[in-house]
């Protein structure tokens, strides 16, 4: 999944006001921005297959350390608890740990049957939403204007910047979101890790500036 995730971002927003919205972005992609390291330094592998699924030319060969359930669990809780230890927020640090579960499932619902539950295990699982473009579409389009509708709801803009920032940012990944999908596939599987590594990260600073520009909304008596 791609655009979904964020979605998870901006609605957790609404369960916890006070932490930055970067951080959020972090939490909810964060397997997605420690694969393109795994697969740089060589620890795991994927491949421009074209065909793989309607929605992506990647075969995930293996990817134990970034995408498999109990990974997933593990950098969950380390996130969380550096969070804690940071911020000395118990509530705020287990939304961020949902929030990097929740990728894990949600990749479940889109991949094709190559998420393991542990590293080295044999099972593999993968509800395969990506075979269809128009679902995935549906699926993630939906939850990305839910998303987007709950954050709305949660903030409001404390200036100019905190309303085009927000605005900027969802063209954008809507725009890349699209491109991906029926663009031509990527020359190379380093050049999808460096995209996706500057991309990721400029995804979190970003969410963090539009979070400087807005504030919690007041909540109805
Ligand atoms: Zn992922």
Redesign the pocket.
Known sequence: ?FIGHFAVAYAAKKATPKTSLGTLLLAAQL??LL?PVFLLLGLEHAAIAPGSTAVTPLAFTDYPLS?SLLADLGWGLVFAGVYALLKKDTRAALWLCACVIS?WVL?AISHRPDMPLYPGGHILVGLGLWNSKLGTVTVEMGMFVAGMAIYLSATRARDRKGVWSFWLLNMLLVIIYFGNLFGPPPPSMTAVAYTGLVGGWLVVIWGAWIDRHRVAAPTSP
Request: proline fraction near 14%.
């Open positions: 999944m397997p997605d694969w995408h990728h990749d």
